[in-house]
């Protein structure tokens, strides 16, 4: 066996019989060894947060979530809002936990000494500052491939629908400029510690053994072009031979000319929020500037690659007036959607309503003055 096999055994070696070595010594608690380091972390730094302990041992937040929901449960931590932003979750201590915490020092202490029994100081030093070290290094590589990653929240792995006459599988990316009201994607948009972002590694082995089979890949979100990481994540797809539906709000049109001038996306649905005197109060963020929604539109009216315009019909939000207004504003456009708006208990605004269906063909009927092609969704 090479000496970096080695290195990968004795390090796995180390885990385990440590782990084996507190669950024994904590057999009459209710805590396990894996979730002895959040609890010292915790304790030792209370009010941290789950993102903060994410980072602190490059956790993943699944593993967080687990242990902290059993620790819960089991009366040792204690998570609360913050004041500042309700999303995150502050963690404390229990009593119960810091009367168990010397209990955990001392095993930590036993077991170290059993490690290093035969070892001198110097050595002891020697080998902590090495596995420092390297850990370390370990931990900057792994930041900067988060870096690099797409933060992907959510994948549907068959859709017939999001892409036209594509058989497709449709990525959700975290994130998003605005706040629309009528969102239905409130757990991409505010990102709260429930969200769990996927491996892309995942996503692309799945990706790449279902390329002779799907044809084609919708990147939707939040808003995806937010993403630096968005082009090189194309560039795998388009290796495997994917075609590309892009989801855009329209906010970014540099980016996107970029992104299609190189051939990474193939066809382009841009959400089209109201017309543009009440762009502000539709997509939910004051003072919001439609200048680059506007070059979107222009330049996905150029026809480089086949597009969509589609729109979510509020009645808060849409009358005849502003349809009227987005007929002209979108004249000559080869294919508009209305979709109307549907409920739920994951939209960011309670309370809205959508229209009758004889009130969505009547504003069809409208556009159709200026659209080529005017289509509704969402009407049973
Ligand atoms: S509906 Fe609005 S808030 Fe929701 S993801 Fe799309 S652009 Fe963002």
């Given at each position: 066996m090479d000496k970096n096999n080695y290195f990968l055994i004795n390090i796995s070696l180390l885990h385990r019989c440590g782990q084996k070595y507190y669950d024994k010594l904590l057999s009459d608690t209710n805590i396990n060894a894996s979730q002895v380091p959040f609890l010292i972390l915790i304790y030792e730094?209370?009010?941290?947060s789950m993102q903060e302990l994410a980072a602190r041992g490059c956790f993943d937040k699944g593993t967080i979530t687990k242990s902290i929901q059993k620790l819960e449960e089991n009366g040792y931590v204690q998570s609360v809002p913050s004041f500042t932003d309700k999303r995150i979750r502050n963690l404390y201590t229990s009593e119960k936990a810091k009367n168990i915490i010397p209990q955990i020092y001392m095993i930590r202490k036993q077991w170290w000494e059993r490690l290093t029994a035969g070892l001198d100081t110097s050595q002891q030093e020697q080998f902590s500052f090495l596995l420092n070290e390297i850990s370390e290094k370990a931990r900057t590589y792994n930041e900067a491939d988060e870096k690099q990653s797409l933060p992907i929240f959510g994948i549907q792995k068959l859709t017939l629908l999001d892409y036209p006459s594509k058989m497709a599988s449709t990525l959700f990316c975290g994130g998003c400029?605005?706040?629309?009201?009528?969102?239905?994607?409130k757990g991409l948009v505010f990102l709260d510690e429930t969200m769990q972002k996927l491996d892309n590694d995942d996503i692309l082995s799945f990706l790449r053994k279902r390329k002779n089979i799907l044809e084609g890949v919708c990147i939707s979100?939040?808003?995806?072009?937010?993403?630096?990481?968005l082009e090189p994540f194309l560039r795998i797809l388009k290796s495997f031979g994917y075609s590309i539906k892009l989801d855009t709000n329209g906010s970014f049109p540099e980016r996107l000319k970029d992104l299609i001038e190189k051939g990474l996306v193939d066809y382009v649905a841009m959400d089209i929020k109201n017309c543009i005197s009440r762009y502000e109060e539709t997509c939910g963020v004051s003072d919001f500037d439609v200048t680059p929604v506007k070059e979107s539109v222009s330049y996905l009216m150029e026809h480089r690659i086949p597009y969509e315009f589609r729109t979510t019909l509020v009645k808060e939000f849409h009358d005849e007036k502003a349809i009227r207004e987005i007929g002209k504003w979108l004249k000559g456009a080869d294919h508009y959607y209305l979709q109307n708006f549907k409920n739920s208990?994951?939209?960011?605004?309670?309370?809205l309503h959508s229209f009758e269906p004889d009130e969505l063909y009547a504003f069809k009927k409208i556009l159709e003055e200026t659209i080529q092609q005017v289509d509704i969704r969402g009407i049973d």
């Open positions: 730094n209370e009010g941290i400029n605005m706040r629309c009201p009528f969102c239905h994607n979100g939040g808003e995806p072009l937010l993403h630096d990481t208990s994951s939209v960011i605004q309670s309370g």
